[in-house]
């Protein structure tokens, strides 16, 4: 965590306040978290549009980056929206997943930096990606090129986040089999359930036939508006079908969620005190959280925080643990699914 002294301001005033929450803020973006054993190929996919998958991508990206990760995002949708809230220079002839999927380049070839967040590279996408569907269907291993390149690429990271177009083609499927974990945005609204019963189903069909490891671990609620009773609703009925995979934390809308891509920036470094920004934060370090807590079932260790030492965590043998850890400490992890 960074040593500054908030002793020195003044919270009685409106820029006193917003500074005061700016150096909070900043003190938790850099309040190093778990980092997963291996890396964690994420799946940000759902095929309804503008539910908030890029969004979501990139802020959880930099909330991760800013807390100490190693974290790639790779822009898999011919929008590019992912590059462009990045700052990530996009037109035609940048060298982009495009090259990768259909010409065999290696993905090192097209990484670049994101300026502003250490730790956080991106994958871009250019328009050319909008012919790849097609272009993908006559190659050889059609669906699991991604996959490839990503074994293939030997930089070390603790998290991939791929952002997913609207749609269940073979990009989507070349992500799926790629990762191992699909974590779903669902937006608050009316129809927010509508065709989630068809993403479940193709999940299930390409862990069925492609990638054996692919589960659905986390489903974060977005754009949720507390002051509508159907906010509250949706989220209700989301969290009754799937207790287990929802986040705790559901972002807020936010104006300043959607203002910062137009800067070329992600919410953590264009307000970083804001409320979009911190539920980010928070929603990045549940699934640090939760990843280190599966991991550590899977090595039959206890996994705890240390309260009076934030940002440091234990592993102790289970048994041990269960006799020293208060049940409460427990039980509120043992919901949790992680990577099965
Ligand atoms: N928490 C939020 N508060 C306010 N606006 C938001 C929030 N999250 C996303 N938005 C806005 O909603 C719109 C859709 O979000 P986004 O582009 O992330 O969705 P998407 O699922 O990636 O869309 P697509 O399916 O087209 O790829 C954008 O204009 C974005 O700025
Ligand atoms: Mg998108």
Redesign the pocket.
Not at 49 to 56: E, L, P, Q
């Given at each position: 965590m960074q040593d500054v002294d908030t002793t020195a301001l003044s919270d009685d005033t409106p820029i006193g306040r917003a500074a005061q929450a700016a150096v909070e803020a900043l003190g938790r973006a850099t309040e190093a978290l778990p980092r997963p054993a291996r890396t964690r190929v994420m799946v940000v996919a759902?095929q309804k549009?503008?539910?908030?998958?890029?969004?979501?991508t990139v802020n959880l990206a930099a909330s991760l980056a800013m807390q100490g990760a190693r974290v790639l995002v790779v822009d898999l949708?011919p929008?590019g929206?992912a590059s462009t809230a990045l700052g990530i220079d996009h037109h035609a002839e940048v060298p982009s997943i495009y090259d990768v999927l259909v010409e065999g380049k290696p993905l090192a070839d097209v990484v670049q930096p994101v300026v502003d967040v250490e730790g956080l590279f991106c994958c871009p996408a250019t328009i050319d990606l909008a012919g790849a569907e097609i272009e993908l269907v006559s190659l050889v291993a059609r669906e699991s090129r991604l996959q490839r390149a990503i074994e293939a690429y030997e930089q070390p990271l603790d998290y991939i986040l791929i952002d997913c177009?609207?749609s269940l083609g073979l990009l989507t499927v070349n992500a799926m089999v790629a990762g191992r974990e699909v974590l779903i945005?669902i937006q608050c609204e009316y129809y927010a359930l509508e065709g989630l019963g068809q993403l479940l189903r193709n999940v299930d069909l390409v862990r069925a036939h492609l990638n054996p490891h692919l589960h659905v671990s986390t489903i974060l609620l977005?754009?949720y508006d507390a002051r509508t009773r159907l906010a509250s609703q949706v989220a209700e009925e989301v969290r009754t079908h799937f207790a287990d995979e929802v986040l705790k934390t559901s972002?807020?809308?936010?104006?300043r969620?959607?203002e910062a891509?137009s800067y070329g920036q992600t919410v953590l470094t264009y307000d970083p005190s804001s409320t979009?920004a911190l539920s980010y934060l928070e929603a990045a370090k549940e699934i640090a959280l939760r990843g280190a807590e599966a991991e550590a079932r899977a090595a039959d260790v206890q996994f705890t925080a240390d309260p009076g030492n934030p940002g440091v965590y234990q592993q102790q043998p289970r048994r041990m643990a269960e006799g020293l850890v208060h049940d409460a400490a427990a039980a509120q992890h043992s919901t949790m699914e992680g990577n099965r």
């Open positions: 759902n549009g503008g539910v908030g998958k890029t969004t979501s949708d929008q929206n177009p609207p945005p977005t754009m972002i807020p809308r936010s104006v969620v959607s891509p979009g």
